[in-house]
C-alpha cells in the first residue's frame, strides 16, 4: 500500500515564500511522474508542476518563474519551492505520484491527502 504525505502549507503574506514537500512511503518499484496539482474553492483542481522519471520538469504559465519542482528520488520526496506568493496561489495543493508498485503491478496514480496554502494581499 502506497501512501503520500505532505507538508509545508501555511499562512503566508502576498511576496512571501512557502516550501512543500510529499514523500512516499510503503511498496514502490518505480515512479513514472511526481506532480503538484491545487485546488482553489469553486474551482477545478488544476496541474501545476511536474518532474517525470527522467527529471524533466513542466511548469503551469501562471507558476512559471517562481516555482520550483524538485525530487529526492532516494527518498521518494518531491518538493514544491513557491517563491513571490500571490493571493490567487491560495488553495488546497495535492501531491500525485504515478508509479507502480511492484515489478508485475500496473501503473497507478497516488496522491496525498492536500496541504492549505494561504496567502494574504
Known amino acids: 500500500q502506497v501512501q503520500l504525505v505532505e507538508s509545508g502549507g501555511g499562512l503566508v503574506q502576498a511576496g512571501g515564500s512557502l516550501r512543500l514537500s510529499c514523500a512516499a512511503s510503503?511498496?514502490?518499484?518505480?515512479?513514472?511522474?511526481m506532480a503538484w496539482y491545487r485546488q482553489a474553492p469553486g474551482k477545478q483542481r488544476e496541474s501545476v508542476a511536474i518532474v517525470s522519471g527522467g527529471g524533466s520538469t513542466n511548469y503551469a504559465d501562471s507558476v512559471k518563474g517562481r516555482f520550483t519542482i524538485s525530487r529526492d528520488t532516494a527518498k521518494n520526496t518531491v518538493f514544491l519551492q513557491m517563491n513571490s506568493l500571490k493571493p490567487e496561489d491560495t488553495a488546497v495543493y495535492y501531491c500525485n505520484f504515478i508509479l507502480r508498485a511492484t515489478m508485475q503491478g500496473s501503473i497507478r496514480s497516488y496522491w496525498g491527502q492536500g496541504t492549505q496554502v494561504t496567502v494574504s494581499s
Open positions: 510503503g511498496s514502490i518499484f518505480s515512479i513514472n511522474a
